[in-house]
């Protein structure tokens, strides 16, 4: 009988047309169709896929990273070719590679960087129809004007090791394990404008639920509203998810890249 091999995938996926990353009964979603892509290949219909990042639905992945262990005779370099051959087409491979058996893609992560994609265009310039045919699945259209110093100020506050519960919907959510510590490390958050696109960059240790979301509606409404920066303290402090902004719509969230150790 074959050894257990231990293969890490590098994934990346367009979300649209998914209830998001975990399997889900009735729904379809990228975990159930890669791992059920797997199992047909490898007659293993208990193996599973661990991913890095249980993204939601309609969230986009660049660098998604999954692992899963199988007896399969099946070259490690093979994998690639053959699985993207059988994927759909919004779903890709970008790499595999044999890892040691401890490997877990959720476990061993360092960091996830996360990006969210406004397109800011409060004049409405003579390209912003075109713009929102094309791009809507893939950014968050809002003709609000922001201003990037006061969301760059609060961002400040909320870099560092801090209880997020007011950024999670984790009260909703009572399956997810990691509901036990709301406790995060942000270790940075940039913010740049190319021309009317707003670019959020996020890396932290991990993310609560619908967290990425939460930080960038809270910089809207700060900017929106003219908030002073240092009133996102008592929304940490207060920990309660109904002080902070609303949830910014899924379409413009990218999980971009997973770091390990």
């Known amino acids: 009988m074959n050894q257990s091999k231990n293969i890490k995938l590098t994934i990346a996926y367009e979300g649209t047309n998914y209830a998001g990353w975990q399997r889900q009964k009735n729904k379809k979603t990228i975990q159930g169709l890669i791992e059920d892509t797997i199992r047909n290949l490898t007659r293993e219909h208990e193996l599973k896929l661990y ?79 075109t713009r929102k045919a094309f791009l809507s699945k893939y950014c968050y259209f809002l003709e609000t004007p922001l201003d990037l110093e006061i969301m760059k100020k609060v961002a400040k506050y909320l870099l560092g090791i801090h209880d997020f519960s007011a950024f999670s919907c984790l009260n909703n959510q009572k399956k997810d394990s990691l ?68 949830v910014v719509p899924p379409n413009g969230l990218y999980l971009v890249k997973v770091k390990y150790k």
């Open 51 to 129: 991913a890095a990042g249980r993204t939601d639905a309609g969230v986009h992945a660049l660098g998604q990273v999954a692992n899963f262990k199988t007896r399969s005779a099946i070259p490690v370099d093979r994998w690639l070719m053959i699985l993207n051959n059988l994927l759909p087409p919004d779903i890709k491979i970008k790499n595999t590679e044999e890892v040691d058996n401890k490997f877990n893609a959720r476990y061993r992560a360092r960091s996830r960087i996360y990006r969210y994609f406004i397109m800011n265009d409060p004049g409405k310039s003579a390209s912003y129809y």
């Open 179 to 246: 509901a036990k510590s709301r406790v995060r490390n942000i270790k940075r958050i940039n913010i740049i404008k190319k021309g009317p696109l707003i670019i959020f960059s996020m890396e932290a240790d991990g993310f609560l639920y619908k967290m990425a979301r939460l930080i960038v509606g809270t910089l809207i409404i700060f900017s929106i509203e003219k908030r002073e920066p240092e009133k996102i303290l008592q929304i940490l402090e207060n920990k309660d998810s109904q002080k902070s902004g609303s």
